[in-house]
C-alpha cells in the first residue's frame, strides 16, 4: 500500500491533470475540427489513482461541462491537499513525540 502522502499526491496530480484537459477545452472550443478531451481517472490497486487523457466521442462544445470540471477539479485539489498536509502534521508530532 502507498503512503497517504503518495496516494493524496496521486489526487492532487489527478485533479491538476482535469483542470488542463477542461481549460484546453474552453480554450479551443472555437477551433475548427478540435476534438475534446476527457480525463479517464482509475483507481490503482496500491491506492491512489492514475489518469489518462482520452479525445471525447460525446459533444463537441460542452462549455458548461468544462466549468463544472473546473470547478471539481479544483476541489478535488484542495481536499487532496488537506490530506495531505494532515499527514505531514501527524508524522511531524509522531517523529516530534519520539526525539
Known amino acids: 500500500m502507498n503512503s497517504l502522502s503518495s496516494i493524496s499526491l496521486s489526487g492532487m496530480n489527478a485533479a491538476q491533470t482535469q483542470l488542463s484537459a477542461s481549460a484546453n477545452n474552453i480554450a479551443n472550443s472555437a477551433s475548427t475540427g478540435y476534438q475534446r478531451q476527457e480525463v479517464v481517472q482509475q ?3 496500491m491506492g491512489g489513482v492514475s489518469t489518462a487523457t482520452v479525445r471525447s466521442t ?7 461541462q468544462d466549468v463544472v470540471q473546473q470547478l471539481q477539479a479544483k476541489n478535488a485539489f484542495l481536499a487532496n ?3 495531505f498536509r494532515s499527514n505531514n502534521q501527524v508524522m511531524g508530532t509522531l517523529v516530534n513525540l519520539h526525539a
Request: hydrophobic share 55%; glycine share 8%; net charge negative.
Open 81 to 83: 491537499l488537506a490530506v
Open 43 to 45: 483507481a490503482d490497486p
Open 58 to 64: 460525446g459533444e463537441q462544445q460542452a462549455l458548461v
